[in-house]
């Protein structure tokens, strides 16, 4: 089974600061993604990054980089130059390559931003 | 393009009574997965559906249904509303649900408050 722990439930960060949002996962699986979605107040999902298992650089999105740590199993998402719309909760997940699988997600990280 | 669309975005309702929720997917996918999201169990998957047939389900009981059409309109039907119910009901789409590549794309969401 996949699990993914997203072990700070909030942050606080200061505005155009860089901020990093931690997820652990665990799979016995050798091929997998892993995700990060943004989600506002208002609820819709927001693809951020993806990163693939077998990916060796880091995978990066304008402000959004996965620092991508596959021993340690570890997906954490880094965001510089924090904005005020950047407050949000943050989720990672995950999914394997093989069949159809569905996203398996953590927790959440609330994060606020301050000016 | 157009994202996902999720109609109604909210819906409130009473014991004992059943509901629909529909999702349009970006045009072109013919993946759509529906995600329960409660403050306590978190984001849950449903099912997913893939030209027409159900390829994935996950661990809710039969009062939760659904369905996909030839233009991969999804709807999902929960019967017998329950308290326990009151969630937001997310839908994703994604070009055909396989490999790494393929991200699910999500819509804002219908919350569902029954009393």
């Known amino acids: 089974a996949q699990k993914i722990t997203q072990t700070q439930p909030g942050m606080f960060v200061q505005e155009k600061e860089a901020v990093t949002l931690d997820c652990t996962y665990d799979?016995?699986?050798?091929?997998?993604?892993l995700f990060w979605y943004k989600q506002p107040s208002s609820g819709e999902m927001i693809f951020l990054i993806y990163q693939g298992s077998y990916d060796e650089q880091n995978a990066t999105e304008g402000r959004y980089s996965l620092n991508f740590q596959k021993a340690r199993k570890s997906a954490n998402l880094v965001i510089s130059a924090s904005q005020l719309g950047d407050s949000a909760m943050y989720f990672c997940?995950?999914?394997?390559?093989?069949?159809?699988?569905?996203?398996?997600f953590g927790k959440g990280t609330r994060l606020s931003v301050i000016a | 393009k157009a994202g996902v669309t999720q109609t109604p975005r909210y819906l409130i309702k009473t014991r004992g009574q059943q509901v629909t929720l529909s999702c349009s997917p970006i045009?072109?996918?013919?993946?759509v997965s529906w995600y329960q999201q409660t403050p306590g169990q978190g984001l849950q998957f449903l099912f997913e559906?893939?030209?027409?047939?159900?390829?994935n389900k996950g661990n809710f009981p039969g009062r939760f249904s659904g369905r996909q059409f030839s233009n991969s309109r999804s709807e999902m039907n929960v019967s017998t509303l329950e308290l326990g119910d009151s969630a937001l009901y997310l839908c994703?789409?994604?070009?055909?649900?396989?490999?790494?590549?393929?991200?699910?794309?999500f819509g804002p969401g219908t919350r569902l408050t029954v009393l």
């Open positions: 994703a789409s994604s070009l055909e649900g396989r490999g790494l590549i393929d991200t699910q794309y």
């Open positions: 559906y893939f030209s027409e047939t159900q390829r």
């Open positions: 045009s072109g996918h013919r993946s």
């Open positions: 997940a995950m999914r394997r390559t093989s069949g159809n699988t569905p996203l398996v």
């Open positions: 799979t016995s699986d050798q091929s997998y993604g």
